[in-house]
């Protein structure tokens, strides 16, 4: 995820305006906010979620071989 510094917004803020946050997600899908001058939270567009929430099979199974060939040698020894 690519964080635009225009999406910025610190703990308080976000506390005391929420609604300004809200039309910075609405405008930009995304908001960072900062606690302690870090990244700690993402607020998102739900549709934006939604269309992210759910692996399809390719990732999946691409995951799944990813982790299967990285560590076949401690699955064969759990198969024994």
Do not use: C, W
Not at 17 to 24: C, Q, T
Not at 34 to 44: D, G, H, I, M, S
Request: no cysteine; proline share 1%.
């Amino acid at each position: 995820m690519n964080i635009n510094v225009e999406n910025l917004v610190s703990i308080s803020e976000a506390n005391q305006n929420f609604s300004r946050v809200a039309r910075l997600v609405d405008e930009k899908g995304t908001a960072i906010i900062l606690k302690n001058n870090a990244p700690r939270y993402v607020l998102l567009d739900y549709s934006l979620f939604s269309q992210n929430a759910v692996a399809d099979d390719a990732d999946v199974d691409a995951a799944a071989t990813h982790i299967l060939t990285k560590h076949i040698r401690a699955f064969e020894e759990l198969a024994k």
